[in-house]
């Protein structure tokens, strides 16, 4: 409950200075509003900038230099908001000097909202080594390290001593984007070592670096998949992570932007998952609707399956027309049990788990299997409660049994084969399990009623 308050508390504050700030503006008084605004958390000056009109925008670009605004620009995500309308305010040499004093991995983001003839705009007008590390990095593909990389890290050379080292520390830090890792390169520019800023504190001033290195590195290339280097810095717990090339360091990533791919990639994985997509969302009724769309025909045919089941069992529902009450249950419950077992083998691929196909069958069905029990002596003794009726009761247990079983290992084994062959495990999604476990429940439930009535006349 404190936390609720404090938060109540942040918020409010942050309110009123947001509605002096914008007094300021609204009355000119340019000093009272960059000694406010300079109080502010860059991400909170980013989120005020944002919800500005045009207007007031305007003047703020007038009162604060291109290199100010890029510390807030650094902060703003590219998706939430329309960059190329924001950079459209600027003058083209104003935003062309922004962007060349962001970091760079941030300016490459948001180059990439721009049209491409805008985007060759900016880049004409900044200094050319700005251009030069900019379209460098627009080369690599989305989703790999390259994209994900900054080229403002420190670097040093492994013969220098502590003392020496912490000269060019103190003189780069203030345009580097992180200090906690100083990155060691031999006289060739291979990277070879790494020191901690604790270690370069700790250590006395005449110990040589290349002594007191750490020699472990950990590294990716810059085509690594973004989900591969997620992995190893949440795995090793790192705060950046170097990008090599040819032995060469090019670039670092940093854990802000592997924030947002983990995030992404959660937002994906739930997209297909869900069998829509959450990751572009759409205002457009019209858009949002055909995005959905091929999804739900694909599984209104497979769909068509379970109908065509139930239609070739009209006899027996006209024998015994207490069948019908239970085929929702059971569908419901094995599209459920089927979900969850998806869901959690899609999490264990995700997660590289190193089991064999067999293991991971012979697991799920003794999970379906202990599932399946306890559901169906549930509703068998619902049943017999509810219609006094034994043999329904056990055909309608035994049905769901054997169908959450088998929704069970299905839900579990359909992403494993898929994974295996290539194909994306999240593309079995809970719709298609769910409505291929309506397929099978109603196949095993009337073949397990068809048998009781044969059997024993349920009738």
């Known amino acids: 409950m404190k936390e609720t308050l404090q938060d109540l508390t942040i918020r409010d504050e942050l309110s009123d200075q947001a509605n002096h700030l914008v007094f300021y503006i609204e009355n000119n008084e340019k000093n009272a509003f960059l000694d406010s605004f300079d109080e502010l958390h860059t991400y909170d000056q980013a989120v005020f900038y944002v919800s500005l009109t045009t207007q007031l925008r305007h003047q703020i670009i007038e009162w604060v230099t291109p290199t100010e605004l890029a510390d807030i620009f650094d902060e703003i995500d590219p998706e939430d908001v329309d960059f190329e309308n924001l950079l459209s305010e600027m003058s ?60 403002e890290f420190i670097s040093i050379n492994q013969n220098l001593t502590i003392g020496e080292a912490m000269v060019i520390v103190k003189e780069a830090a203030q345009g580097a984007e992180q200090i906690n890792y100083i990155y060691v390169l031999d006289d060739d520019g291979a990277l070879v070592g790494v020191i901690s800023l604790k270690s370069l504190i700790i250590w006395p001033d005449t110990a040589k670096i290349s002594e007191v290195m750490d020699t472990n590195l950990i590294t990716v290339g810059p085509i690594d998949d973004q989900e591969d280097v997620a992995k190893i810095m949440a795995d090793y717990n790192f705060v950046a992570l170097p990008v090599v090339a040819k032995r060469n360091m090019i670039g670092m990533i940093t854990v802000d932007d592997i924030v947002d791919v983990i995030d992404a990639e959660a937002a994906e994985d739930y997209s297909r998952l869900a069998g829509v997509d959450v990751v572009t969302l759409e205002d457009n009724p019209l858009k949002s609707a055909l995005k959905r769309l091929p999804w739900l025909i694909g599984l209104i045919f497979l769909g068509m399956g379970t109908a065509s089941v139930i239609d070739g069992y009209n006899y027996l529902v006209a024998e015994t027309s207490i069948l019908a009450v239970f085929i929702s249950l059971i569908t419901g419950t094995a599209g459920n049990a089927g979900t969850q077992s998806l869901a959690v083998a899609v999490r264990r691929i995700a997660l590289k788990e190193k089991k064999t196909l067999f293991k991971s069958l012979i697991v799920e069905i003794l999970i379906g299997l202990m599932i399946g029990i306890i559901a169906g002596v549930t509703i068998f003794l619902v049943i017999l409660v509810w219609k006094h009726n034994l043999l329904l009761g056990i055909a309608v247990g035994l049905a769901m049994g054997v169908a959450i079983l088998v929704a069970n290992v299905a839900g579990a084994f359909i992403p494993m084969i898929m994974d295996k062959i290539g194909v994306d495990p999240a593309v079995a999604s809970g719709p298609f399990i769910s409505t291929l476990s309506d397929l099978t429940s109603v196949i095993i439930y009337f073949n397990v009623a068809k048998l009781f009535i044969d059997k024993f006349m349920m009738h």
């Open 92 to 151: 083209p040499r104003y935003a062309a000097n922004m962007l060349a004093d962001m970091y760079t991995d941030n300016a490459v983001d948001l180059l990439s909202q721009v049209e491409p003839e805008e985007m060759a705009m900016y880049l004409s007008l900044m200094p050319k080594d700005n251009m030069d590390e900019i379209k460098r990095l627009l080369k690599y593909e989305d989703d790999t390290a390259g994209s994900l990389m900054s080229t």
